[in-house]
């Protein structure tokens, strides 16, 4: 890897790091559907604009099976999980266990792709679990009645980002890397739009909570998606998933900077012990 490959390795950790901030803060305001569709339709909308004038097409014809997969999988389900689940829990919390997303992938790839699941995969998923213990076991954290859903909620958002990689194998070989982040974002957005009038944002929403969430779609959505697909590109699939090593410890320093938050020392263990995890599935 160059070292522009480098910088822009940390700056997408950092950027992604920061959605967590900027869901806590929004999420609260603009409630789970709305916030989980502000940030998907704004996203694609943006970079739909910014794709045409660029001469890019994405092949919606072609393609619309494979975007709307990805965009129900990749995106619509788990930005509904995590926008429910940053209403009950801190950025830092959802950024730890979103790591374990590589697991779930490892142990969905070998049961419906035959992948092998080696003996460092398996040492890798126990990591994992011991660490998710660590992280929302009895006593780690101030667990409020809604605690549980939340963190049920990660989960299930991480295990949609694990079966992402399933048809990401099987449809990625013929599907152009923009198209995915435009298309399956629009996808998405058009899947959620109908809950809008069922889920009213509870608020209050002022200028924080807006700025919050544009920065959620902008920086996260959209720039984050193409800087990943420009890192897949320059360098291959596997050195870019080091961004997921990255993210949570930017999550975990700006909740303590912005937010105030702050993890016990049981959860930062489960932490180190969920990363662990990570580096060896995706290693293995």
Not at 7 to 16: D, N, P, Q
Not at 62 to 80: D, E, F, T
Not at 90 to 118: C, K
Not at 170 to 190: E, F
């Amino acid at each position: 890897m160059k070292a522009a490959d480098y910088a822009r390795l940390i700056v997408l950790a950092a950027i992604w790091g920061a959605s967590f901030i900027f869901m806590r803060v929004a999420a609260p305001a603009f409630g789970t559907a709305w916030t989980a569709e502000g940030r998907l339709l704004v996203a694609a909308l943006v970079l739909a604009a910014w794709f045409r004038f660029a001469g890019f097409d994405a092949q919606w014809r072609r393609h619309w099976k494979a975007y709307a997969a990805i965009g129900l999988v990749n995106l619509a389900l788990p930005s509904l999980l995590y926008a429910f689940a940053l209403r009950h829990v801190s950025a830092s919390v959802g950024a730890v266990l979103n790591a374990t997303a590589p697991m779930f992938g490892a142990l969905l790839a070998a049961f419906f792709l035959a992948e092998r699941f080696t003996a460092r995969k398996a040492a890798g998923c126990i990591c994992g679990i011991a660490g998710v213990v660590l992280v929302v076991g009895p006593g780690a954290m101030d667990q409020t009645p809604m605690f549980g859903y939340a963190v049920a909620a990660c989960l299930s958002a991480c295990l949609c980002y694990g079966y992402n990689g399933v048809l990401m194998r099987r449809y990625a070989p013929g599907l152009p890397s923009r198209g995915v982040a435009v298309g399956g974002q629009l996808a998405a957005a058009l899947m959620l739009l109908p809950l809008l009038p069922f889920a009213l944002p509870p608020g209050p929403v002022g200028a924080l909570e807006i700025s919050n969430l544009l920065a959620l779609a902008l920086l996260g959505n959209a720039l984050g998606f193409v800087m990943y697909f420009r890192l897949i590109s320059d360098v291959g699939a596997t050195r870019a998933l080091t961004v997921t090593y990255l993210m949570p410890l930017f999550a975990v320093l700006w909740g303590m900077l912005f937010l105030g938050e702050s993890l016990p020392a049981s959860a930062l263990a489960g932490g180190v012990l969920i990363l662990a995890g990570t580096v060896l599935v995706t290693r293995g």
